[in-house]
């Protein structure tokens, strides 16, 4: 585990993912997270092939997708995709975004850096941006706000695991 020093040293570049960065993130990153059981949805490992294949259509696709990247380690991910089918017409305008750090590096301005060079890429293509944050995730519901993110809603105790309980905080942020 890195300390905050050692991050300091270390120049971490925030860009768009590239297909050579998928086996780094799902490896290094995602799945890693995904087993932390606190702050994402999925709380199992995700099939290596089947997460590349995911990833790898989103970039092809041309959607907002991000890497936070130490070395040639990813560190984060930031992406952007479309919330409903082309053929849901009523509602194309709507998009959805995710993100993740791994746990050693929060805290270090990243997420603002990844979540604001997605923002940056949606702009003109989607009208509004949504996303859930689970309550106990006070870090990330604080982010959201501070990069113009407003609540919609709460879904009270919605989120329940390892003897947690949580609310998901609805959120939108309109470019």
């Not at 750090?101 to 301005?109: A, D, F, S, T």
């Not at 990069?147 to 309980?165: I, S, Y």
Request: glycine share 8%; aromatic share 6%; net charge neutral.
């Amino acid at each position: 585990m890195k300390s905050n020093s050692d991050m300091n040293d270390t120049q971490i570049e925030i860009r768009a993912t590239r297909l050579s960065d998928l086996p780094s993130l799902v490896v290094d990153c995602l799945n890693p997270t995904f087993l932390e059981r606190k702050y994402l949805a999925i709380t199992e490992a995700v099939p290596i092939g089947e997460a590349l294949a995911y990833h790898a259509n989103h970039i092809m696709a041309g959607y907002p997708h991000f890497v936070a990247i130490d070395g040639e380690r990813v560190v984060g991910i930031c992406d952007c995709s479309p919330s409903a089918a082309a053929r849901i017409a009523a509602q194309t305008h709507n998009a959805t975004i995710g993100m993740l750090l791994i746990p050693e590096y929060r805290g270090q301005g990243l997420g603002e850096k990844l979540l604001r060079a997605t923002l940056a890429a949606c702009k003109d293509r989607w009208g509004r941006i949504e996303l859930g944050v689970y309550s106990h995730n006070e870090r990330a519901h604080k982010l959201y706000l501070r990069c113009g993110f407003v609540e919609e809603g709460r879904r009270v105790g919605a989120w329940k695991l390892d003897g947690v309980t949580s609310d998901i905080i609805d959120m939108v942020y309109r470019p």
